[in-house]
């Protein structure tokens, strides 16, 4: 069947395409690299006719139009699932709020809990023959958003990669209201990874050395899941798979040296599974096409149960810093929201129930603030208004440059001894002075 005559119908301007917006509406745009790039630029040339325009998406890579047309908060509010570092600067300045979530959970938020999309406006790879455009490396949560928006319109970037799935990785032309082609379609890229610090370094390779030959891989962002990346892609390992949240380039390199071959999974064998991607160009020309990746919704990928069916499944995960008693903090510095939970935790549990599982919690033991000072990431207490985003019952491996140590079936006094074992040598004694007050040192702690 030839869909070139209802391209050809559907096909207009953005600056036509959002004329559909109107005051009050919520609008969905996008998510991370392939959030609506002329279409938000047609919006703002709309801004000072609209007011309480509601905005959803997450991740980006740019500051929307929207926030530069004077007075903006007044016309335009974002709301965030999970935020960048432009995210971050924008909530800042009061343009962007934090949506709490698991990430796992959008797509049923978008189903049954939100308010439905009055118009979705997605980013997409070109058509192909069958009417279908894919939401390329993006589409962990677009499949839902299109079945609850009243109006769909495209924005077509020949750019993005057209990332093949097994469900839920495109939509169709006949659901779509409008088609906007992008005057000067270009990949949003990350950055290459910063080189590994000698840190990162000692960190991977604790790790590295905890993980065997047919083992299934989650890497979170962040310096260390990469630094642990680079070192797999050079290690002797053997039929690594892939089921991840996120597809960051290190992947592109395991699988390109024959490390990654995914013979050895339980679900999707042969087949890389992620959320989302996101790095640089690269990683979306690997991506392009290849049916050894699989995109599909994070309802599936960041589900526990899915995740724990794959034996030897490994989750490697960044914090910002935990407390004695094994509570993590992964998205915020006190009050103030960093990030976001994304799916840590659904992988802390998912390779823990997995058999022969592992979940490592991995950061530095210290960090220096904005003074310069030298300051402990393993702290006595989280700081007030800090996000536990992983409950201490669920956390298992914890790593820093000075070893790796278990909390499963530790009690209290045992977590205190076992965290501050691994805690910077200059605050090892503060600690223990602290967790004395707490209650959580016994007697014969020793380290």
């Known amino acids: 069947m030839d869909f070139t005559k209802e391209y050809e119908q559907k096909l207009t301007t953005a600056e036509n395409a959002v004329k559909v917006i109107k005051p009050g509406d919520w609008v969905d745009y996008g998510w991370n690299m392939a959030t609506v790039h002329d279409l938000d630029i047609a919006l703002a040339a709309r801004g000072q006719e609209l007011h309480d325009v509601k905005i959803r998406g997450g991740v980006l890579m740019e500051v929307p139009e929207v926030f530069k047309i004077p007075n903006s908060k007044e016309h335009f509010s974002f709301y965030s699932w999970h935020y960048s570092g432009i995210d971050r600067k924008l909530a800042k300045e009061g343009f962007i709020t934090y949506v709490p979530v698991r990430y796992s959970e959008i797509p049923r938020y978008y189903r049954e809990n939100v308010e439905p999309m009055d118009v979705a406006m997605l980013q997409v790879a070109p058509m192909d023959k069958h009417g279908f455009f894919s939401f390329g490396p993006s589409g962990s949560m677009e499949a839902a958003i299109c079945e609850r928006a009243k109006h769909i319109i495209v924005e077509v970037n020949d750019k993005i990669p057209r990332c093949l799935g097994g469900f839920q990785a495109e939509v169709h032309i006949s659901k779509v209201d409008a088609i906007v082609e992008m005057k000067e379609p270009y990949a949003r890229c990350m950055p290459a990874s910063r080189p590994a610090t000698d840190v990162d370094k000692a960190v991977a390779k604790i790790i590295v050395n905890e993980i065997p030959n047919g083992a299934c891989l989650q890497l979170g962002i962040g310096g260390m899941p990469n630094a642990v990346g680079s070192l797999l892609a050079e290690s002797d390992l053997k039929d690594l798979g892939v089921h991840t949240e996120m597809y960051v380039d290190s992947f592109v390199d395991m699988a390109e040296k024959g490390i990654i071959t995914g013979t050895k999974k339980q679900l999707n064998p042969g087949r890389q599974v992620y959320a989302f991607a996101c790095g640089t160009q690269k990683l979306y020309d690997y991506l392009d096409d290849n049916p050894a990746c699989m995109a599909a919704p994070v309802d599936y990928v960041n589900d526990v149960r899915v995740i724990s069916a794959h034996d030897n499944m490994i989750s490697i995960n960044n914090i910002v ?127």
């Open 321 to 447: 810093n935990m407390d004695l008693y094994g509570q993590v903090n992964a998205e915020s510095n006190g009050i103030r929201q960093i990030t976001g939970a994304g799916g840590q935790l659904d992988y802390v549990m998912g390779a823990y129930l997995s058999k022969g599982g592992k979940s490592f919690i991995c950061c530095s033991s210290t960090f220096k603030d904005k003074a310069g000072e030298l300051q402990s990431r393993i702290l006595p207490i989280l700081h007030p208004g800090s996000t536990v985003t992983d409950t201490r019952a669920n956390i298992q491996y914890v790593v820093t440059e000075y070893g790796m140590v278990n909390l499963k079936g530790a009690s209290l006094w045992e977590r205190a001894e076992k965290l501050i074992s691994i805690a910077h040598p200059n605050f090892r004694e503060q600690l223990i002075q602290d967790a004395e007050k707490q209650g959580i040192w016994h007697r014969s702690s020793k380290i």
